[in-house]
């Protein structure tokens, strides 16, 4: 593969990849080159300090844009870090290569995190002209509980024109407003093709699955991070200004023992390590960190319910995280309020 040195090698590197999915899918019905994958990553770091996901990083021609260097793996991640908060990571390794170098590099640096989109977040071009969804992803793990008590949900479906399955709509629509939301999958069509087809997850991670034009795809994965940033930006303000609690609502009740030996254990993907300091029937309290900064943070749990109030200079992402990680697991449908105002919205 061609060194890529510069922004302009880069977009000609992703554009030719977008060619070759079009012209195989209409000579083949199927596309054969790696889809495009992009991860916004929360960051509290330096890029120097961060480091790479694989290998080390090397400047491109444009400030604040990189590509890898790596024995193995060279020119196959590339970083926008244009943004101070909400970076961009572009792979064209294959889902599971870069799937598994994001988390474990995320995982394993201080001050990383993904970014975790809202339900509103991910339906952001539900009304905006020429984009329409064409699929949705539900997940309910119940898994506070055990396997064998579990009541899961699971639903991923592809829509278009056609309805194969009556009523198919209502039972989405019914389903969307108990359980979680951890994947859209949108299309934008121009001239009766389609421009751009992506499909969102509830993580920060957007797979292209067909393009046209490149700079075209590029802002509108920007337009979700620079909507992420100013989320974490106006987030921030409010808790500094009013020391107000992040309130996160549930659809779903949840169970607060179980609840309670989870975050004690300091493991999984929510990052917090808290211990319960008081205890009712219908009511817990913690206090503890958040492992994403080893910043304090204080919890307060009722059965579908909690306020998060995270101290002094605290990373604000430890709300959308604990919202999107619990409504996927155990919470259903949830929001995020702050002096009864909807954020991260």
Not at 54 to 76: A, H, K, V
Not at 97 to 119: F, P, Q, V, Y
Not at 247 to 272: H, P, R
Request: hydrophobic residues 40%; contains cysteine.
């Amino acid at each position: 593969m061609r060194e890529i040195a510069t922004l302009a090698d880069l977009k000609e590197r992703l554009q030719a990849g977008f060619e070759n999915n079009e012209e195989s899918l209409e000579l083949f019905g199927k596309t054969y080159s790696t889809q495009l994958k992009a991860y916004l990553i929360e960051s509290n770091r330096s890029v120097d300090v961060a480091g790479c996901p694989i290998g080390m990083w090397r400047g491109l021609d444009s400030t604040g844009w990189y590509g890898n260097q790596d024995e193995n793996f060279p020119n196959t991640l590339f970083l926008d870090g244009t943004r101070e908060r909400v970076w961009i990571i572009y792979s064209i390794l294959d889902a599971a290569e870069s799937d598994l170098a994001i988390k474990n590099w995320t995982e394993s640096r201080k001050g990383l995190d993904r970014c975790w989109l809202s339900r509103k977040q991910l339906l952001h071009w539900e009304s905006m002209e020429h984009w329409s969804q064409s699929g949705l992803g539900l997940r309910f793990s119940d898994g506070l509980y055990p396997e064998e008590e579990a009541g899961k949900f699971s639903l991923k479906a592809w829509y278009g024109a056609n309805r194969y399955i009556e009523d198919l709509d209502e039972i989405v629509d019914k389903a969307k407003e108990k359980f979680a939301i951890y994947s859209a999958r949108w299309q934008k069509r121009r001239n009766g093709s389609v421009a751009i087809s992506a499909e969102w997850y509830s993580n920060g991670k957007v797979t292209i699955n067909r393009a046209v034009d490149v700079d075209e795809v590029l802002l509108s994965i920007s337009e979700m991070a620079n909507r992420y940033d100013d989320a974490l930006f106006d987030a921030t303000g409010l808790r500094d200004t009013t020391l107000c609690a992040f309130e996160i609502d549930f659809s779903q009740e949840i169970d607060l023992d179980a609840f309670s030996n989870t975050v004690a254990k300091g493991t999984g993907e929510m990052k917090l390590w808290l211990v319960e300091t008081e205890a009712e029937s219908d009511f817990r309290r913690f206090r503890g960190v958040d492992l994403h900064t080893w910043d304090r943070v204080l919890l307060d749990v009722g059965p579908d319910f909690a306020y998060l109030t995270i101290p002094g200079k605290g990373c604000v992402n430890a709300a959308p995280r604990i919202a999107t990680i619990q409504g996927e697991d155990n919470a259903g449908k949830t929001s995020i309020f702050h002096d009864g105002v909807e954020i991260f919205a």
